[in-house]
């Protein structure tokens, strides 16, 4: 059954990344949710998607710049001025104490590929001990070397790599790194990709599935998963079938 994931919550009608987000995600009925993870000036893995805050909160600069206290102070509504007055940057640990009471699936990818956060694998794997969440998670990035050192850290954690372009079999090329499934963008992830991967024991959860036509496509082909900003709509297109 494929599952539906809320990309960066219900990031098309809601703020992307926040707990309003997620929660509307749940709320929608998607399986999981996916989440981006930077860490603040003093270390914490905090969710927001670009290195900068520019785009998504009130203010200026890079997330590795300012603290926790002060990322806290940000107001991340985005687009949605007009429909939530505020909304805060949630830390991981905040979305892992809420999802592993709902024991919903939680896809961290960790946004090490453009910034080195030194130490980010461990300090994400902390706080899926502390909540126990383990059996929950899928992590997944574009830094592959991040996927191999998460790996070595938690063997038994989903793992995916992320990816824009054609791999060749990239099936293979995932468990060369560590992986266990496959995340491509939508466009790299053609009928016989999807076949071929899942055939040999691999999941693909493509990104990021907006339109009707190609949700359906999906489902059709008993894709393992895919990411999506509507995942309202998924839901229904998944249950009228």
């Known amino acids: 059954m494929t599952k539906i994931?809320?990309?960066?919550?219900?990031?098309?009608?809601?703020?992307?990344?926040?707990?309003?987000?997620?929660?509307?995600?749940?709320?929608?009925?998607?399986?999981?949710?996916?989440?981006?993870?930077?860490?603040?000036?003093?270390?914490?893995?905090?969710?927001?998607?670009?290195?900068?805050?520019?785009?998504?909160?009130?203010?200026?600069?890079?997330?590795?710049?300012?603290?926790?206290?002060?990322l806290k102070q940000l107001n991340a509504v985005h687009k949605f001025k007009k429909q939530y007055k505020h909304a805060e940057i949630p830390t991981l640990e905040e979305v892992?104490?809420?999802?592993?009471?709902?024991?919903?699936?939680?896809?961290?990818?960790?946004?090490?590929?453009?910034?080195?956060?030194?130490?980010?694998?461990?300090?994400?794997l902390e706080l899926v001990d502390k909540h126990k969440m383990a059996h929950l998670i899928i992590f997944s990035s574009f830094n592959h070397y991040s996927i191999a050192r998460l790996n070595t850290l938690a063997p038994k954690i989903e793992k995916a790599v992320l990816y824009m372009e054609g791999i060749y079999k990239p099936w293979d090329y995932t468990k060369w790194v560590g992986g266990s499934g496959i995340h491509p963008h939508i466009k790299a992830a053609t009928a016989s990709i999807i076949h071929r991967s899942q055939q040999s024991g691999v999941p693909v959860r493509p990104f990021t599935v907006n339109d009707e036509k190609t949700m359906k496509?999906?489902?059709?082909?008993?894709?393992?998963?895919?990411?999506?900003?509507y995942p309202k709509k998924a839901v229904q297109i998944k249950y009228q079938n």
Not at 96 to 108: F, G, H, M, P
Not at 217 to 229: I, K
Request: hydrophobic content about 35%; glycine content about 8%; proline content about 3%.
């Open 96 to 124: 892992l104490d809420w999802a592993s009471r709902k024991q919903t699936i939680v896809n961290i990818e960790l946004k090490n590929s453009i910034l080195p956060y030194a130490g980010m694998e461990e300090k994400v």
């Open 217 to 229: 496509r999906l489902f059709a082909e008993e894709c393992a998963g895919f990411f999506t900003d």
């Open 5 to 70: 994931f809320g990309h960066r919550g219900s990031a098309g009608t809601h703020p992307e990344n926040t707990m309003i987000s997620f929660e509307q995600a749940y709320k929608d009925g998607a399986d999981g949710i996916e989440l981006d993870v930077q860490l603040s000036k003093d270390g914490i893995p905090v969710v927001i998607h670009d290195e900068k805050v520019n785009r998504t909160t009130d203010s200026k600069g890079f997330v590795q710049d300012l603290t926790l206290r002060e």
